[in-house]
T-cell receptor, first 114, second 115 residues
Framework: AQKVTQAQTEISVVEKEDVTLDCVYE???????LFWYKQPPSGELVFLIR??????QNEISGRYSWNFQKSTSSFNFTITASQVVDSAVYFC???????????FGTGTSLTVIP | NAGVTQTPKFQVLKTGQSMTLQCAQD?????MYWYRQDPGMGLRLIYY???????DKGEVPNGYNVSRLNKREFSLRLESAAPSQTSVYFC??????????????FGDGTRLSIL
């Protein structure tokens, strides 16, 4: 079974619109870590955020914000006032306390249209 | 500030040829990983090494072998390349702090085409 699901394969928005990327995860561990990575067209993978399962506070970093809800096993990512430079593939990932593996979703390709 | 270095960046092989992808990290991380990325399938784990001297299979290990040469280096070998192994390969490293894995640091990837 897929441990991390990103149901949105592709999203297109017009510049300055807000956009939310969904991430749903599945784990039996009580301690786990969630991550978001960005992969711009140049191909490298860039770490954006790490959140542990005990911290349900939302986080904001500039135009980026993350909403972690254990009740729905979701860790959604919102970009406010999107810009063309936000165009990329975004991956959500899960790491459990009881292992060394990271489980990635299949990614959401975001296109921001000028 | 090299981080994770992968070589080569591009490679074209013929079916049946062998080759080794090299990966080195300079962050003193214990864990290293090899992934492949194919369109629509995200990152799939091939093998990983939780520490020097250990290796474990991931989701898609068939057709690959790995060697954790030392703490810095983790190589991936294709013994007899097949067209289905055409992909972009990423190496990553991370460490554990307390009970949890720190973020992975990725190399720039190797684009491998098998004809």
């Amino acid at each position: 079974a897929q441990k991390v699901t990103q149901a949105q394969t592709e999203i297109s928005v017009v510049e300055k619109e807000d956009v939310t990327l969904d991430c749903v995860y599945e784990t039996r561990d009580t301690t786990y870590y969630l991550f978001w990575y960005k992969q711009p067209p140049s191909g490298e993978l860039v770490f954006l955020i790490r959140r542990n399962s005990f911290d349900e506070q939302n986080e904001i970093s500039g135009r980026y914000s993350w909403n972690f809800q254990k009740s729905t096993s979701s860790f959604n990512f919102t970009i406010t006032a999107s810009q063309v430079v936000d165009s990329a593939v975004y991956f959500c990932a899960l790491s459990e306390r009881t292992g060394n593996q990271f489980y990635f979703g299949t990614g959401t390709s975001l296109t921001v249209i000028p | 500030n090299a981080g994770v270095t992968q070589t080569p960046k591009f490679q074209v092989l013929k079916t049946g040829q062998s080759m080794t992808l090299q990966c080195a990290q300079d962050m003193n991380h214990n864990s290293m990983y090899w992934y492949r990325q194919d369109p629509g399938m995200g990152l799939r784990l091939i093998y990983y090494s939780a520490s020097e001297g250990t290796t474990d299979k991931g989701e898609v290990p068939n057709g690959y072998n790995v060697s954790r040469l030392n703490k810095r280096e983790f190589s991936l070998r294709l013994e007899s390349a097949a067209p289905s192994q055409t992909s972009v390969y990423f190496c990553a490293s991370s460490d554990r702090e307390g009970a949890g894995n720190q973020p992975q640091h990725f190399g720039d990837g190797t684009r491998l085409s098998i004809l």
